[in-house]
């Protein structure tokens, strides 16, 4: 069964940076393509950013390139997320994708979703 456990997320004010994570177990993820995505309160859950399993690929939505940055180490099981110069309109709960499946951008998770970790931008 695959679990992923996802941190960092926290009240920050507009202008901040934070780094979230994506603790993988139950299996090695070296073959799977993975993402981030976000769902704020009344809207649907969307894809925010993706990597290819390689992390040579990447993909960013429209509201975040420029400013989030994903990547990931294979060898840790490990997806991040470094995101900067945050908006009020980036709170939400961010999740992460253990297997992303799909074409940009309507990616979709393949697996079960984990809890997610809640962003705040707040002055």
């Known amino acids: 069964q695959v679990q992923v456990v996802e941190d960092g997320g926290r009240l920050v004010q507009p202008g901040g940076s934070l780094r979230l994570s994506c603790e993988v177990s139950?299996?090695?993820?070296?073959?799977?393509?993975m993402g981030w995505f976000r769902q704020a309160p009344g809207k649907e859950r969307e894809c925010v950013a993706a990597?290819?399993?390689?992390?040579?690929?990447?993909y960013y939505a429209d509201s975040v390139k420029g400013r989030f940055t994903i990547s990931r180490d294979n060898a840790k099981n490990m997806l991040y997320l470094q995101m900067n110069r945050l908006k009020p309109e980036d709170a939400a709960v961010y999740y992460c994708?253990?297997?992303?499946?799909?074409?940009?951008?309507?990616?979709?998770?393949?697996?079960?979703w984990g809890q997610g970790t809640q962003v705040t931008v707040s002055s």
């Open positions: 990597i290819s399993r390689t992390g040579d690929g990447r």
């Open positions: 994708a253990s297997d992303v499946a799909g074409t940009a951008p309507d990616y979709y998770q393949k697996d079960s």
């Open positions: 139950g299996r090695t993820i070296y073959n799977y393509a």
